[in-house]
């Protein structure tokens, strides 16, 4: 069998390479200062004493010429040989040759960065020597966008090194500006450890002469943060709360990691500026911490990590994983640092971030353990921490409504019951995964009619004294599944409490739903109903502390008592925010009239003293 030769099309590679794997045709600037940062490393593993430098020229457009840069390098450079393998050959590279044992030291190591620069040129130009060989001389090479290049041997002197000449195509004038090219190579490079100089006729600067805080020698603690907060601010041009230092052994990790001073999302993702090896991978990088550090932005330079084809992004890998592992403990000691030496910052954060941290809390066992102790819950005593309930409290009680807690909160406080309000938005998820993280602990459900078992009895004399109270109630109630009860309690301004669970306020529900649904759906709710909630009523207690009550138990009257029995009915559910049936509704306007021609009756009849 004939085997035949796979065929590159340069064209189609280009434009693959600008449209799907690079995120624009920038990155050339990237590409080469990695090119020429390798070869200086390549150098050093020869001669370590050699100190490595860049240089970036640009001439500006003259007369019909375009404009043009040049990078310079003074690594270690490629001979004829080598120019033919690595640069007819895509997808090879010098890094992976007879430096393979020393891989982990170099940015690229895929063969494809230097066709980045048909991105915006239609030929490069290299003249490059081999420090190596050096009695090898210089050679020339240039490459065409047609897939064709050309090689020559020069008898000039050239130092050893390599130099790439690039002319701007048409429409690409831009990225040959001095002040673009400044701010790109600024934005890949401020970190590498080697000097960038860029220079345009006279005028010549260092990029990256400044050194990121944590290579910093400080005096003060105050200094530290003061050195850390401003470089975050410059960066990502915003204020942050605090800083945390970030160094580990895995993935050789150095950076910072910035707290958030606006709130986040629930599942919004954190993108941190990740370096590798002082290189600028993205600023866009997702898979470097745990998804629950959502409250912080990260720099960070790694020296381990491997990249993705594009240079843009860490492949997910068992290093990444472990990586990631080391960073989220990193986090969890300063969360635990805060907690111990200022709760105040601590608690301002969770504040803050209080939504996306509950939303992560709730599915993550780790970001439980994290936060949970810290999160606030409204409860019956005021507002809580979970981890100030839990020392409170042997068993964690809560109502699963905003409804039922209203209904609770001032009787429960009153006896000084600590209930939960679990109403809220992820507050039940919580509670479940306290169980899952602490099963030892005990979290109980609570409805509001199970609350008057903690309320005080009456003696026997008193329950006898209601007796027609409690009567007349229960046959008042009755067509709207009410039970009737009475207790002591505080407050004593408080003349009843409705209350429910979740079997009876469902039954109210169906029974809300037939008064407004048509005769076909409603005969469906009927059988629904008789199936089901027959047997679930709600409760209406009254208190015997409340002056109106004491008055109660000793009118005999039963019309007047069926009257007043509805009012308080209808004022208990109006407090405890539950909508009102067509009947309830009746019964709230039959009193409010039955009231006021009872006043007017009073003011027309003369005998009577008003």
Known sequence: MQKYQFQIHLGGIIDLLSHHLYSGPQVFIRELMQNGVDAIQGRKLIDEEHQGRLDI??????????????????????????VHRFLATIGESSKRADLAKQRNDFIGQ?????????????EI????????????????????????????????HVSP????????????????????????VHHFGNLLPIPIDLSEGDRRKQINDRRPPWEGVYYSSDEERRSYLEYGRELFDQQFIDYIPLRTETGGITGVAYVLSQATRPKMKSRHRVHLKGMLLSDQVENLLPDWAVF???????????????????????ELEATRTVLGETLRNYLKGLADQAPQRLQEIINLHHMAICSLASEDKECFRVFGDFIYFETTLGRLTLGECRQRN?????????????????????????????????????????????????????????????LEDLTLDEREGAFLLLRTADLTLHPYRVASDIKKFEPASLPTIYTSNEQANFARQTRLTKDIVDDTWGGILNSFENEFTNSQYAGLCFNLKNPLIKRLTKVEETSVLKQAIEMLYVQAL??????LSDKEMALLNQGLLGMIESVVEKKEDPNNEV
């Not at 020229?57 to 080598?82: M, R, W, Y």
């Not at 895929?110 to 980045?116: C, K, N, P, T």
């Not at 209930?419 to 109980?444: H, R």
Request: glycine content about 8%; overall charge negative.
């Open 57 to 82: 020229q640009v001439v500006k457009a003259t007369g019909n010429q375009q404009p043009s840069l040049v990078f310079e390098d003074n690594g270690i450079g490629l001979t004829e040989e080598e």
């Open 110 to 122: 895929f063969g494809i960065g230097l066709l980045s620069c048909f991105m915006i040129a239609d």
């Open 125 to 156: 130009l290299m003249i490059t020597k081999s420090a190596r060989q050096g009695d090898h001389p210089a050679v020339e090479w240039r490459g065409k966008s047609d897939g064709t290049y050309e090689v020559r041997l020069l008898e000039t």
């Open 161 to 184: 090194g390599t130099r790439v000449y690039l002319r701007a195509s048409q429409g690409m004038e831009n990225y040959f500006d001095i002040e673009q090219v400044g701010k790109l």
């Open 296 to 318: 912080v932005r990260c720099v960070v330079n790694a020296e381990q990590l491997r990249p993705v084809a594009s240079r843009e992004g860490f492949y997910e890998n068992e």
């Open 394 to 454: 042997g068993i964690l009680r809560y109502v699963s409504t905003v409804d039922e807690f209203r209904q609770i909160a001032q009787i429960a406080a009153s006896q000084g019951l600590c209930i939960l309000n679990a109403g809220y938005v992820y507050n039940q998820e919580l509670l479940s995964m306290l169980k899952q993280v602490d099963p030892d602990v005990q979290v109980d459900k609570l409805d509001a009619a199970s609350l008057t078992n903690h």
């Open 574 to 579: 109006l407090m405890g925010h539950h909508p």
